[in-house]
């Protein structure tokens, strides 16, 4: 009806308008349009020849007869609540069937309209310490369901948002360290680790047991003690270690070579200070 009052000028005869409208169908509205080209096959002649005679049928075939009683019953039910709706959807089909259903009174709109809302909403509303709707005060009842619906969605946005946000993992929640064999180079890509012989256990203080670690430390290479090379110390090597590359068995290898290492640093400290005599 809005396309045909918009253009008019598209449709010269009343056939034009009915065949147009046809186009417009879901399945019920299909088999009513298969049937009436079905009687034109047969007779020869369209059976609806006017726009009058059209607007007549659809009404009698898509509009029921007892469309007030159904929204009667319906507002008489509980078929109409809110339900897991938004106030605004409710409002829509309690508009719909207050409508269909001729209801004007005030005060009964009011109490079909609570009723059907949520509890919780219709608690607040009724609780209200300022600007509570009165009871034959339809619009104001809407407006204040819209209010407080709007306000809980907005309320549940927020915390969800701050939730996603601020939740930190907890120690259950974390996940397990992924093996440091997942990062390993090939063997011959890491640079080489030097293990250092532990030192002597030194036998109750006896002179000569301290020189012996002497000679064994004064024997070893002196250079880098991560590659080896003797013509830089360790803090200058070229050769950066990437230790989450390292295997689990590089690992124990570069734990024990600083271990010796440490041990040779304090002997050689040792050695560098002044001897006494042991008594």
Known sequence: MLYLRLAPEQFSYDEEK?????????????????????????TGVFPIQSWADFEQQFWSQFFPVNAEA??????????????NQTVDDYLDCFLTLVSDAGYTDPRT???????????NIQGQITTMSFGRPADTDLEAWYAAAQRIDQAR????????????TTTAPTCSALPRPVPLSM????????????????????????????????????????????????????????????????????WEELIKDLMALKDAVAEEEVSSSPEEDFV
């Open 70 to 83: 159904d929204a009667v019953n319906a507002l008489e039910g509980f078929s109409y609540y809110q339900g």
């Open 153 to 164: 969605l907005t309320n549940e946005a927020f915390q969800s948002m701050l939730q996603s």
């Open 183 to 250: 990062f390993c180079l090939p063997q011959s890509a890491l640079p080489p680790v030097f293990l250092r012989s532990a030192p002597p256990v030194l036998s109750g203080g006896i002179p000569m047991d301290v020189d012996t670690v002497r000679k064994t430390y004064s024997t070893l290479p002196r250079g880098c003690y991560r590659c080896g090379e003797p013509n830089h110390l360790i803090k200058d090597c070229p050769h950066h270690l990437d230790v989450q590359r390292l295997t689990a068995e590089q």
């Open 109 to 119: 709109l009011v109490v079909k309209f609570r009723q059907g809302l949520k509890t």
């Open 18 to 42: 009915i065949f147009w409208t046809l186009v417009f169908k879901d399945e019920r509205a299909t088999r009513w349009s298969e049937n009436l080209f079905r009687q034109e096959a047969d």
